[in-house]
């Protein structure tokens, strides 16, 4: 009976024993749990986090690149704006030119028309040397060569002259000239001098500038109409 006891109490003692260890076995088991949990949790946290910054940030580089588009349109429209003022502004000066132009025509054919001119041909024989040289009629005013010779410079720059980049408008071109020199030699030719100055807009560099040239120019009055020929830059 007394060894009966004694078995009971110690598969007691084990059975208590056994316990005690599930008992720390489970403890830890849940403190890994737990700590599995905690690392999770800051992970979801974190990826959280991130999500918002990147979300934010996407946000932020939404609204910028709107307003630099807006800026761009804007900067585009203001382009649009100046060149379809530019082609107005343009328009009126080759009417204003072409208006000019008839007009000298007119005037030259009147001045032609009053007998200031005389054909070559019908011209009185030249006096001997010793004798005074006859009066020479006439011809047309330092203006009328002047605006002849204005008349080309403008047309060049405006139209052929190309200062930077092959992609540029004229904005405004203005022509100084120096006094008619008639040439030695050469009756009824002018020499005129003068220099160009050129407002311009280059669209390739989306830029505006100036430029200064000096020309001379050949002036002809024989056979009644004025023309230009030997234009060249200086």
């Not at 003022?85 to 030259?108: F, N, P, T, V, Y």
């Not at 009629?137 to 980049?165: H, K, L, N, Q, V």
């Not at 020199?181 to 311009?200: A, K, N």
């Not at 505006?208 to 001379?216: D, I, Y």
Request: a neutral charge.
């Amino acid at each position: 009976m007394k060894t009966l006891k004694i078995t009971l109490l110690a598969l007691a003692c084990a059975l208590i024993a056994a316990t005690g260890a599930l008992h720390r076995y489970l403890y830890l088991q849940v403190r890994v749990l737990q700590s599995d949990l905690a690392a999770e949790r800051t992970c979801a946290e974190n990826f959280c986090r991130i999500t918002e910054q990147l979300l934010a940030d996407s946000q932020a580089t939404r609204e910028k690149t709107e307003k630099l588009m807006a800026e761009q349109n804007e900067h585009y429209n203001k382009l649009a704006k100046l060149a379809r003022e530019m082609a107005a502004e343009l328009g009126q000066r080759d009417r204003l030119a072409a208006q000019k132009a008839e007009d000298d025509r007119i005037a030259s054919a009147a001045y032609v028309t009053r007998g200031n001119y005389q054909p070559a041909d019908s011209r009185p024989a030249p006096a001997p040397r010793y004798s005074p040289a006859p009066a020479l009629p006439a011809g047309p005013s330092m203006d009328a060569i002047r605006a002849a010779a204005e008349r080309r410079a403008d047309t060049y720059f405006r139209y052929d002259y190309r200062p930077g980049s092959s992609a540029t408008l004229s904005i405004d071109v203005r022509i100084d000239l120096e006094e008619p020199e008639p040439m030695p030699g050469w009756p009824g030719q002018y020499h005129v001098r003068g220099i160009g100055r050129l407002s311009f807009f280059d669209s390739k560099g989306i830029s505006f500038g100036n430029a200064t040239e000096k020309f001379e120019v050949t002036v002809i009055t024989a056979g009644g109409a004025l023309r230009t020929e030997h234009f060249t830059l200086k």
